[in-house]
């Protein structure tokens, strides 16, 4: 008889780093991270078995997808490996295609749990459902029946990696609805439990390691801790503390990996730093995302970037430490706003302002197109409609994305949605470099990870 719950629904945010980006790779700074409102949800069922039967089998669907199945077998390795997977294929005939998030967060939370109860490890089937934005819809996406809207979890008709993404950070949503949804539905509300500082930190640790080893590298983490604890403002962990374990099934994988996930090795604490009362989004505002139809290759910029800064550390240094300060005070006014309940918005114009141009010092200077001419204009003109406060290039910048404040009104968005339209005519006859802007249909949440009603989930289990 399985002890846990038979089915359990975890849901993650995704994430727009507003200012920061670069900058929050080094310990020394910190990022302006939002949670958004389009989450990727997962779905933990047990799969019953005739008594009698052995079966060890946890068997991941992402319906939305085409061939986007993958079926594991698991095991207790010797030497205290942990828990090895092998990926089974769903027919003889079928080529394995691999999903290394999902194989990394499965790997990790199944011998995290094992090292507090294997017995606990059941057959399961994990079903991953993402809201629409997090890929770029094709226009002739189908419908709900009965409705000229499509479906809550659209299905997008291509394999995964024919889906553009909007670049809302997906992989790291997944990973940390996934590996909580695990935790939730095998551990006993004693060992762990989402309601607690300790069992967010737990998750924290865990899915950072995890997204960290399916990444082949260490970013920031801020896409990860935004997932897990909403809008914050973020200090990143010192990377050497995911630098110490071998890996999955190695010997000595289980006691490793719990040392770290528990944060019992005084060595290597973790320092990561969450404030959540630092930032807000005031009554009155709303963030809106923009998909540029274009894209930039993050871990590229991220290594010219400090290359340059390394080579110049002087100049880098003036301007890190002066966007810092802008950063902190964009932050501050933001709470402000919301404490004072102001609506006069030219101070946090003027802090965007100033914060943009030190942005295109360090794009001009490293040659790394952060906020590229084609997004400067792109930029000033959003901030020239009326109710639109300002905008910056989110994340690593680039042409992927715009991220702006705007007055929280139906007309100013509005306004913004006829710009962008005529905007695309124009664009097209005068050949400038960012395509296609489509005003996504997210905006800034404060929560983070939570645990979902069961009962909204069925039609799509
Ligand atoms: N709906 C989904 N179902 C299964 N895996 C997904 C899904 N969405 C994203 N992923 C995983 O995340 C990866 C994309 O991660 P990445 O390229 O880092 O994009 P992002 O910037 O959105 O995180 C995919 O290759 C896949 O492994
Ligand atoms: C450069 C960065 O500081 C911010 C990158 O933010 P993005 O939101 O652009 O990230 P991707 O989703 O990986 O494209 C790198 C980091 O902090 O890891």
Redesign the pocket.
Known sequence: MALSPTRTVVSSPGKVLLCGGFLVLDRAYTGLTFGIDAR?HVVVNDIPTAPGVTLSEIIVK?P??RD?VWEYSYRQTEEDGGIHLTQLRAAASQRISR????EAALGYVLTYVSTIQPARIQPASVT?L?DND?YSAPSDIPCAAGSSNPPKFADFGTP??KTN?T??????A?VTAFTAALLVHYLPIEEFSLSNDQGKSILHNLAQAAHCAA?GKVGSGF?VASAVYGSCLYRRFSPSILQHHGEPASPGFAKQLKTLVEDTDPKYKWDTEIIKSAVTVPKGIRLVMCDVDCGSETPGMVKKVLAWRSANYEDAERIWKQLQKHNEELAAELVRLGQDQDDNYSALREIIFKARALIREMSQKSDVPIEPPAQTKLLDDCSNVPGVIGGVVPGAGGFDAIALLIEDRAEVLSGLRDYLQDRQADSSSSGQQVGKVNILGVREEMEGVRIEDVSMYAQWT
């Open positions: 990727i992402s939305q997808f986007a999903n290394l998030f999902v991953i993402a997090y995964l990696n993404k670049g809302l950070g997906s992989s790291a997944l990444q896409d």
